[in-house]
């Protein structure tokens, strides 16, 4: 049985990930922290929680001293956007959080996955069928904390032993918690508001292509990865995953199928927009299909039927 510490447990990908790793391997076995204690009625104070800013090195080591995880699941960090906005917060807190966090796993002999991202691609990466391996000159501060980051999680890797372990996320859909700060978040909001307005205006443009991916196969995906046979893993920087490369009109498309009347409209953001397009149109998910079995199971049209179905529901 895992006994999991998570940074960044109220973020988008984080508070779905505590709920479905209590669920399998208890409730009292996950360690949930984040900046701030949630609202009291927060489902994940249901089990243990800590406040941790994860640039709190002392801190983050004397949480771990007392509840002896297994396992370090570090996702606080700040998305592409935000990290834009204020670049040196962003180099601190990623960097500085993912060394801390690391750290501890070191010392603990702790598994370690983070995340990596499409954004640690950048306009000289081939941007179709984009491979495992290949060019990566990110033109964002955050696709130089991810790559920098990839390469602090082999260094670990090989130099102490720590079993790192990493994918490269594309845009992720979720009802449950809405993302922050980050280019891909277009694809999220367009549903809320196809529900609640009739009509989105995007500030990603038309033919404008990401991958993405609908957040319970992201949980999966990082439950799969971290059950996963260590000898067959012979990629160990951070692998490429997705099910879907889209664009607002192919979202848009697939929301009519379920309600005929919606309105797509632009009004684009210049500087998520260049962010955008300096990512890949589509990525290549062989290695990860093939070292450790990846498969998503939500495609475009199954994830807009759910989302809306659940956003309706609210
Ligand atoms: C972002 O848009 O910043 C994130 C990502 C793709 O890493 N969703």
Redesign the pocket.
């Known amino acids: 049985m895992k006994r999991i510490m998570i940074t960044g447990a109220l973020g988008q990908i984080g508070t779905e990930l505590t709920m479905k790793l209590r669920e399998i391997y208890g409730t009292d076995n996950v360690l949930a922290t984040d900046l701030r204690r949630p609202e009291e009625d927060s489902i994940i104070l249901q089990g243990p929680f800590e406040e941790l800013n994860v640039m709190d090195a002392e801190r983050m080591e004397a949480i771990a001293d007392t509840f002896k995880p297994d396992t370090m699941m570090h996702m606080a960090a700040l ?3 935000t990290a834009e906005k204020n670049p040196v917060f962003a180099w601190n807190l990623n960097m500085g959080g993912l060394l801390n966090a690391l750290e501890v796993a070191r010392k603990h002999k702790m598994q370690f996955f983070t995340p990596s ?3 640690a691609f950048g306009p000289t990466t081939p941007k179709d069928n984009t491979p495992q391996l290949t060019i990566q000159r990110p033109t964002t501060m ?1 696709g130089v904390n991810k790559v920098a980051g990839e390469l602090l999680c082999d260094y670990y890797y090989h130099s102490f032993g720590v079993d790192t372990r990493s994918v490269r ?4 859909i979720s009802h449950v918690k809405e ?1 922050g700060g ?4 277009y694809a999220v909001e367009i549903y809320f508001k196809a529900v609640r307005e009739g009509r989105y205006d995007s500030y990603i443009d038309k033919g404008t292509f990401m991958d993405m991916m609908y957040m319970d196969d992201a949980i999966d995906c990082i439950i799969q990865l971290m059950e996963a046979d260590a000898d067959k893993l012979l990629t160990r920087n951070a692998f490429n995953v997705t099910a879907m490369s889209v664009d607002p009109e192919a979202v848009a498309a697939s929301i009519r199928k379920f309600m005929p009347d919606f309105e797509l409209g632009y009004d684009v953001d210049p500087v998520r927009q260049a962010i955008a397009d300096s990512w890949p149109n589509s990525i290549d998910a062989t290695e990860a299909k093939e070292q450790w079995g990846f498969s998503p199971k939500f495609d475009l049209d199954t994830m807009t039927e759910t989302m809306l179905e659940a956003i309706k529901a609210k």
Request: aromatic residues 12%; hydrophobic residues 30%; glycine residues 18%.
């Open positions: 998305l592409s956007a991202s499409i954004g955050y996320f594309p845009g992720l993302p980050g280019t891909t978040d």
